[in-house]
């Protein structure tokens, strides 16, 4: 409910008095006689009001708006109840004032501009009907829509301006600040976040178990038995030696990338290079552990020890330095295997190679297989950090 006090006299022209419950409006409305008009007292007129609009009223109410360019699927309250407009349907008043019409008015271009009228009505039957009045000036409703409709313009660039200025002004701010820890002072306020540091931790870590999985690579290489363990090393070295030196190189791009790091995140060289390397030390590690997986295989031994023995007598000189024969089966005199080899270095031997051939290839690969799936979960961690730097970036440039 509504209720307006007025007091006429000499000192009342600029001052009405609002109670309304829950609600506060600035509108004059033309005050007339409740009782008899001839015992009320003649009121002085409101010359900047008279100047605007012919008419008892303080003109265009201010804007009390928000910026409508962030916000989706507005849906506008239910009216006051009928009560509220009842100052515009007393019939023993002249109730129609230029406010009411501007009001209406405004109410009419923000519902249309948020798309708000589905019925598609006319700026004139609307207010016709909002207003209780018929007959409204052409003239008049056209000309108070144009002020109307470029004042809300006019706030929107404002609004949208005044946006724009805070935005910059909070990313001047974002941008000046710098960690007291020296090492990230260039990752501005992103390393609040701890983003940087994290990254930084995991790179180091991935440098350390790619110079691990290097080392190991050159120490199985260069320590292999002469005879038969050496050849079969030497093939899987060079495989596992360019893993490690990518890895090696994927985990620099990180730690490079988390010293840089900075709102507003761009996709700089230091980030293209930090994909595409932890990408490809994923794809070469991965490799090398279903390589050298395969290389521990009983299938493959026996298919290299084949081999071997078909194109030297390097088997043989094994066979008499371990005093053992054959691999994967026990070896007699007649034995014609090839893997037996009783034709070029015939033996009594009964025992078989077969365990000590497969643990010695063992203890030299299971390391390379531990270590590559410890740099394929490394590196699968640093993708995630990034996608969280991602995420944090945009959570945060969505609040500036």
Known sequence: MMHFSATSGPNSNEEVNHDINGFDCNVLVSQDTRGNPEESEPEQPLTRQNRLLGTRTMGPVPYMTFSRRRIHDVVFGQDPPWSFYSIFQDPSRNFFDMQCLRMFVRRYLVHTSQRNNPHNINLRPFIEWRCSYKGIDDELLFSIAKQELTYLIKTEREIAKAAERSVISRRNLLNAYESSHRLFRSTGVLFLTRIPA????????????????????????????????YGYVKEYTFSVTFASIVSLVASGMTASHSLRMRLPLTFSIYTALRLVATTLAIALDTMTLVMIGGAVTYSRILGYLYGVAQESAELCYYYLLHNCTGFGETCGPDDSSVLCMQSLCPSNRSSSCTQLLTSTFTRTFIPFI???????????????????????????????
């Open 198 to 229: 994290q990254t930084f931790s995991l790179a180091v870590l991935e440098m350390f178990v790619a110079l691990l999985l290097l080392a190991f690579s050159v120490y199985s290489f260069t320590t292999a038995p002469s005879l038969v363990i």
């Open 370 to 400: 531990v270590i590559s799936m410890v740099l394929i979960v490394l590196f699968l961690i640093d993708h995630f950090l990034h996608y969280h730097l991602l995420k944090t970036s945009r959570l945060l440039m969505a609040h500036i």
